[in-house]
């Protein structure tokens, strides 16, 4: 039964392709300078075994300027899917240039959000702080698994990159009023395929990607539930991601 499906959608999608003649468009990135989760996003390769594994993100700049004097930003998660366990320091401010003021947040894994999170370093009035270049991490966030299903991991409002100068004043190199410079991550314990997240891979997932097939990010019928690669594309290889667990679920 199910080859004989699977010979059915292999036609309707050389169809759809006939018709549609579309070609692949690239994800944009995000704008620099800009502070983004790196990974963009995780999928996970067997979503029940998963369940209690950690996963780490981490809050990333690519800003290459010499004048960084601290960061700050929130975060939010899907509480059902993850569960915060830890916030690190990363590599970009670190107490080797200077005394620092680090502060890790607090996680809220009833709500699914990290409190203010943030560092800069330290130096009292008049003295100018120190500073220091990027790129580099600005902290590390990590979640135990806890159930199967989709995670966005959204950086809040309050995100922003401070730079300091030498007339002593604080300016913002990255903030929340730059609209494409600060992007968040997701996180997918699910089956590659599964794009209405039921836990099974049939018939409506097939009905999701081929409404959208041929289309990219920014086409009003682009439908990331069908982006199972995450390359911004829905196309063959995601149509392959559907066909392989055609009929399988958790």
């Known amino acids: 039964m199910i080859r004989k499906r699977m010979l059915l ?13 579309i070609n692949a468009i690239g994800v944009s990135a995000v704008e620099y300078p800009g502070i983004y989760s790196s990974p963009a996003w995780v ?8 369940i209690g594994t950690n996963y780490t993100f981490s ?4 800003y290459t300027g010499s004048d ?4 700050e930003f929130t975060l939010t998660f899907n509480p059902n899917i993850l569960e915060g366990v830890e916030v690190v320091n990363g590599d970009l401010i670190t107490s080797g240039v200077g005394p620092i003021m680090w502060s890790p947040g607090t996680f809220n894994n009833t709500s699914g959000e990290l409190s203010l999170t943030g560092n800069g370093f330290f130096a009292m009035p008049p003295a100018i702080p120190p500073v220091t270049s990027g790129p580099g991490i600005l902290a590390n966030i990590t979640f135990t698994v806890v159930a199967y299903g989709i995670s966005n991991i959204t950086l809040g409002d309050i995100t922003r990159l401070i730079g300091y100068d030498a007339i002593i004043e604080e300016y913002n190199i990255v903030d929340d009023t730059m609209l494409g410079h600060i992007e ?3 996180f997918y314990n699910t089956i590659k395929g599964d794009a209405d997240n039921n836990g099974y891979v049939g018939s409506s997932d097939f009905s999701i990607l081929a409404g959208a097939y041929g289309t990219s990010v920014g086409n009003p019928a682009y439908d990331e539930r069908a982006d199972f690669n995450h ?11 559907l066909a392989g667990n055609y009929g399988t679920s958790i």
Request: no cysteine.
């Open 9 to 21: 959608l292999s036609v309707f999608l050389i169809l759809i392709v006939s018709v549609l003649n």
């Open 43 to 50: 999928h996970t390769d067997d979503p029940a075994s998963a």
């Open 59 to 62: 809050v990333y700049t690519d």
């Open 68 to 71: 960084v004097w601290g960061y």
């Open 184 to 186: 968040g991550g997701i």
């Open 231 to 241: 390359d911004g594309y829905i196309g063959s290889a995601d149509f392959s991601m």
